[in-house]
Antibody
């Protein structure tokens, strides 16, 4: 079955850009939507955005000005860039596959990657 | 930023039935389906219920979901010690996705 694995630096300096990659194995990235979700330590879940394999995207309005999600179908990967980070962006970042019957706005997330902790600190 | 409200905590003894509520609005739960996720300590969230009341393969039938108007509920019947976890409801709100505030379930 499909498995997802996040990778990227665990420490990012304030004002710099956070960059993460999600590698999809056990299935093709094509024909599906893929999301990034984060969870600050001890807090709840926050959806960051999604990308369709064709490259179309949709972002959380609260992060939209700083977020870019891209896809590389040749590598079966999709990526997250979050610019101008602050300590408030410290979180475990998850990637997840979106599954749906009737389009992306009825989708659920399954499976999830194991998550990767990114700390923003100088 | 969450627009889906859940009680912070719920508890029960083994074998009891526990219900978790999720309150939203006409733009999210009132218009779209609800999904539920279980997050065991130190692990990634896992899909528990999708499309209001559908259980993925492998999820025990002790877990059930329902939706009415702008609210949804997750019920755990026959509570077990391994059900001690955080539970999140989720839905799409217009064109973006929102999670509930989360409920910590404790098995007494």
């Amino acid at each position: 079955q499909v498995q997802l694995q996040e990778s990227g630096p665990g420490l990012v300096k304030p004002s710099e850009t956070l960059s993460l990659t999600c590698t999809v194995s056990g299935g093709s990235i094509s024909s599906y939507y893929w999301s990034w979700i984060r969870q600050p330590p001890g807090k709840g879940l926050e959806w960051i955005g999604y990308i369709y394999y064709s490259g179309s995207t949709n972002y959380n309005p609260s992060l939209k000005s700083r977020v870019t999600i891209s896809v590389d179908t040749s590598k079966n990967q999709f990526s997250l860039k979050l610019s101008s980070v602050t300590a408030a962006d410290t979180a475990v970042y998850y990637c997840a596959k979106m599954n749906t019957w009737f389009g992306e706005l009825s989708a659920w997330f399954d499976p999830w990657g194991q998550g990767t902790l990114v700390t923003v600190s100088s | 930023q969450s627009v889906l409200t859940q009680p912070p905590s719920a508890s029960g003894t083994p074998g009891q039935r526990v219900t978790i509520s999720c309150s939203g609005s006409s733009s999210n739960i009132g218009s779209n389906t609800v999904n539920w996720y279980q997050q065991l300590p130190g692990t990634a969230p896992k899909l528990l219920i999708y499309s209001n009341n559908q259980r993925p393969s492998g999820v025990p039938d002790r877990f059930s979901g329902s939706k009415s108007g702008t609210s949804a509920s997750l019920a755990i019947s026959g509570l077990q010690s391994e059900d001690e976890a955080d539970y999140y409801c989720a839905a799409w709100d217009d064109s973006f996705h929102v999670f509930g505030t989360g409920t910590k379930v404790t098995v007494l």
